[in-house]
């Protein structure tokens, strides 16, 4: 059975930051693609960062500049620092592999708090 787990989340004043860590557990075959997602409240799940096993980074326009995303594929992690943080940035940040080939399998995370405050 396959978990992600995510850690680092918090409170921070505006012009923080964090860093969010995503561990998997249990074994996820043809990984091409870790990343993050958030969710502010009253709205849509929205993609913030994605990394594939070959090392291609895909940013948000908001965060381009001031998030990096990163990864370990021997520990099957994947991290997003995050610099100085905006109240936007506020939301449920989800970690997600996707898997797959023809048949693709996404895998989430339970999602960690970041809130950032004015």
């Known amino acids: 059975q396959v978990e992600l787990v995510e850690s680092g989340g918090g409170l921070v004043q505006a012009g923080g930051s964090l860093r969010l860590s995503c561990a998997a557990s249990g074994s996820i075959l043809r990984i091409r693609r870790r990343g993050w997602f958030r969710q502010a409240p009253g709205k849509q799940r929205e993609l913030v960062a994605t990394i594939t096993t070959g090392g291609n980074t895909n940013y948000a326009d908001s965060v381009k500049g001031r998030f990096t995303i990163s990864r370990d594929n021997a520990k099957n992690t994947v991290d997003l620092q995050m610099n100085t943080l905006k109240p936007e940035d506020t939301g449920v940040y989800y970690c997600?592999?996707?898997?797959?080939?023809?048949?693709?399998?996404?895998?989430w995370g339970q999602g960690t708090q970041v809130t950032v405050s004015s």
């Open positions: 997600n592999v996707l898997s797959g080939t023809f048949d693709t399998t996404n895998y």
